[in-house]
């Protein structure tokens, strides 16, 4: 089975780097994830929950990843701008959502929420 087309997008995305049209590109897609987090009740998620859960982990790993590790001030200035799209973006996503971790881990379900909840 072929991965969602969110997973395919975001691939692409993570392996662009950190140069200025990645970073922009990057802002831009956390802007899209909030703006359709506000009119989710417009869309038809397959999945919602296993959706939301996963564009957490991927726009937490871009702002752990990139903060502070900028050399030139445009690219500190867009990093900003990222951190910043990024958990406007986290805060739409966890908005009402349960602690779900995902199946198949291996871990006690109650360790894996805390996990959860610590990241």
Known sequence: MSPPTYSLLVGYVRILGNVVHAIQIKTKL????????????????????????????????????????????????????????????????????PLQPEEGDGVELMEAKSQLFLK
């Open 30 to 97: 956390c802007q899209l994830v909030e703006v359709m987090m506000e009119r989710r009740d417009d869309l038809s998620f397959c999945q919602e929950m296993k959706f939301r859960n996963k564009m957490v982990e991927y726009l937490t790993d871009w702002v752990m990843g990139t903060s502070n590790q900028a050399s030139d001030d445009d690219i500190k200035c867009l990093t900003r701008d990222l951190d910043q799209a990024s958990m406007e973006a986290v805060v739409s996503l966890l908005a009402g959502l």
